[in-house]
């Protein structure tokens, strides 16, 4: 048995976001709070979106960090409360996203961010709108959230039918801007999710389709995205919301385990950290569930087998790094490293049962 | 540019349908009517769903007609206004889903379903659970209901958000007493859905993606449902889903649009109306979108060519009549019959312009 839902609209299309403006007013949206990237400030994007508003925007905050932090959730639900605002819109990638839905918990709930932190229940929101700048995380399209709590080291996930965005404008032209390394680590990203997806125990026939989608675009274009090829990115942005569409609604499984304790101790970015161990665990996974084979068939690939050596190839190529030794992990590190990831709430959702020495291994397999 | 917005929860799984006493429960359900088809009522499958509602099922209407008219909507209406009740529940066919969905916006507008039929706007309507017994008609994952007004021979479709139920039950167990004329006149329709979809002006990549996984099952698996495989079956379920996720953004098209008259007048049922020229049709978009070529190949086929023969060589198995003579329909009708068709909605979304030439070579084409 399995259940799926997904409220999020999406408007999908070279120039949507232009139309922000008219969806503000047909749905008498009077005062948001546009959370905006420093980049995207820089280059002008912003402002001109406050423009298009028609007065509607009433502040902008930006500052968010690549992991958001309590900090800059706080930052922005003081200006939401002072502003009195009704909506809220991010503009950026993953991390404002994110940073935006626990705002809206926040606000709505009246809570601190440590509150959220510390487990409180999000049983209401503030409505969100999402436009993503970066093809990868898929925020736009998923109710969760990631917010960290640097004095304690720690990185907490919020999942919620309430944080998903009322809408997502999915514009691949704010996408074409970006900096090819970032394409090229958001872009592994939407493979992580898809394979993470189909490794989980909640994956479904419905989720296994989108997951195979997502993956078979983002091998298929994430390269040519990289070097600037325009439509390999609008395919992108359409695979990101494939992964959305998947892990939405399965989770993540044991790549995504093993990679918060790589972002948080040594300041590996999340996508990279995630490949990592990824191509390791989806033949892990494969053994475990033999339908993977036919997955990556589906995908593009003879086999697993050639799915994970094209997987390594391309993270190579990408500049990834695929060794403790690269990633300057002392090896004295790896027991600490395998329990965090033992111990991440994810590790459990993978279809595979994993122990300790499967870890070890994994970490140590480049 | 595109939009994509599908609010149904969808529950799937054998025996998912018996979780729903403990659904009404959660979701504090208290005054349900429950609408079910006659042939339901027979085997017992009502009683049960009443019994596991624990009080909440307040009244059961049956008696709803293979197309639902004005009057059984109406029945249905009174009897839920006289109940008071909060909720409907659908338990049957798409006639039996679709003719709950014109209660559900009746009552809550206070409407007769002859207000509904002469256009008046759906603002709301009360929230559905539907619960398919038979696999096609995808009613349960729409925001559509087809009404028929047999006293002025005339048949409207109402397509408004709030008509998509709120959770879909889809039980694969409940269409396995299913008659194998219906599963295979059902079937046919998920394929009539998708490749319609396919021929849509309002087609867009996901769609595509949902109209080609649905029909590459349907006709994987058409066969040997009508033969009793369990299994079958139960794609045949998921299929009717995916289906709906692509129809439901973008409508029905050239098929549909000359399958009314056919219904309405001759009195041939909906699928077997639809597939009458559903291959002549695929032909021509095909022309005119030349993507169908690679659609027609991840359906399963060689070509467009192949996939239209193989349709043919379906309906022919299935004992679908596929000549005006076989339907008994006389060739001095035809001229009102390419009328009717060019006159419907869906036939300007259909994607290759339409002529009243092409639509009378299309009814003799068999």
Redesign the interface.
């Given at each position: 048995?399995?259940?799926?839902?997904?409220?999020?609209?999406?408007?999908?299309?070279?120039?949507?976001s232009q139309n922000l403006g008219d969806y503000l007013e047909r749905k008498n949206i009077k005062k948001a709070l546009l959370i905006a990237t420093n980049s995207l400030v820089k280059n002008g994007l912003t402002a001109d979106i406050v423009d298009k508003s028609a007065g509607r925007i009433v502040g902008v905050v930006n500052g968010i960090e690549p992991n958001p932090t309590i900090e800059n959730v706080e930052m922005c639900a003081s200006q939401a409360r002072e502003l009195e605002v009704d909506y809220i819109i991010a503009l950026g990638g993953g991390s404002v996203i994110d940073c935006a839905k626990a705002v809206c918990a926040v606000v709505a709930e009246n809570y601190t961010a440590i509150d959220l932190m510390e487990g409180q229940d999000i049983t209401k929101a503030l409505p969100l709108i999402a436009i993503p700048t970066v093809s990868g995380a898929s925020s736009e399209v998923t109710g969760t959230a990631v917010i960290s709590w640097k004095e304690k080291n720690l990185k907490r996930a919020f999942t919620s039918p309430l944080l998903y965005p009322k809408t997502a404008f999915v514009d691949p032209e704010l996408t074409y801007s970006c900096p090819n390394h970032l394409t090229a680590i958001s872009g592994i990203d939407i493979i992580a999710h898809s394979l993470d997806s189909l490794g989980s125990v909640k994956s479904?026939?419905?989720t296994e389709?989108f997951a195979v989608?997502a993956a078979k675009l983002a091998f298929e274009n994430l390269e040519a995205a990289v070097n600037d090829n325009i439509e390999a990115k609008d395919q992108l942005a359409?695979a990101a919301?494939?992964a959305g569409f998947a892990f939405s609604q399965t989770g993540t499984t044991a790549s995504h385990a093993c990679s918060y304790i790589l972002t948080a101790k040594y300041d590996i970015p999340h996508a990279e950290a995630c490949a990592f161990t990824l191509d390791s665990w989806f033949k892990i996974n494969a053994e475990y569930k033999p339908l993977l084979e036919t997955h990556a068939k589906n995908i593009g690939y003879k086999n697993v087998d050639e799915l994970v050596k094209e997987l390594n190839g391309l993270k190579t190529k990408l500049g990834l790094r695929t060794t403790l030794e690269k990633l300057e992990i002392p090896i004295e590190d790896l027991d600490i490293i395998v329990q965090h990831s033992l111990e991440a709430a994810n590790m459990k959702n993978n279809i595979a049962p994993v122990d300790e020495e499967m870890v070890r291994k994994v970490f140590l397999s480049k």
């Amino acid at each position: 048995m399995w259940r799926y839902e997904h409220p999020t609209e999406i408007l999908f299309g070279q120039g949507v976001s232009q139309n922000l403006g008219d969806y503000l007013e047909r749905k008498n949206i009077k005062k948001a709070l546009l959370i905006a990237t420093n980049s995207l400030v820089k280059n002008g994007l912003t402002a001109d979106i406050v423009d298009k508003s028609a007065g509607r925007i009433v502040g902008v905050v930006n500052g968010i960090e690549p992991n958001p932090t309590i900090e800059n959730v706080e930052m922005c639900a003081s200006q939401a409360r002072e502003l009195e605002v009704d909506y809220i819109i991010a503009l950026g990638g993953g991390s404002v996203i994110d940073c935006a839905k626990a705002v809206c918990a926040v606000v709505a709930e009246n809570y601190t961010a440590i509150d959220l932190m510390e487990g409180q229940d999000i049983t209401k929101a503030l409505p969100l709108i999402a436009i993503p700048t970066v093809s990868g995380a898929s925020s736009e399209v998923t109710g969760t959230a990631v917010i960290s709590w640097k004095e304690k080291n720690l990185k907490r996930a919020f999942t919620s039918p309430l944080l998903y965005p009322k809408t997502a404008f999915v514009d691949p032209e704010l996408t074409y801007s970006c900096p090819n390394h970032l394409t090229a680590i958001s872009g592994i990203d939407i493979i992580a999710h898809s394979l993470d997806s189909l490794g989980s125990v909640k994956s479904n026939p419905l989720t296994e389709h989108f997951a195979v989608q997502a993956a078979k675009l983002a091998f298929e274009n994430l390269e040519a995205a990289v070097n600037d090829n325009i439509e390999a990115k609008d395919q992108l942005a359409f695979a990101a919301i494939l992964a959305g569409f998947a892990f939405s609604q399965t989770g993540t499984t044991a790549s995504h385990a093993c990679s918060y304790i790589l972002t948080a101790k040594y300041d590996i970015p999340h996508a990279e950290a995630c490949a990592f161990t990824l191509d390791s665990w989806f033949k892990i996974n494969a053994e475990y569930k033999p339908l993977l084979e036919t997955h990556a068939k589906n995908i593009g690939y003879k086999n697993v087998d050639e799915l994970v050596k094209e997987l390594n190839g391309l993270k190579t190529k990408l500049g990834l790094r695929t060794t403790l030794e690269k990633l300057e992990i002392p090896i004295e590190d790896l027991d600490i490293i395998v329990q965090h990831s033992l111990e991440a709430a994810n590790m459990k959702n993978n279809i595979a049962p994993v122990d300790e020495e499967m870890v070890r291994k994994v970490f140590l397999s480049k």
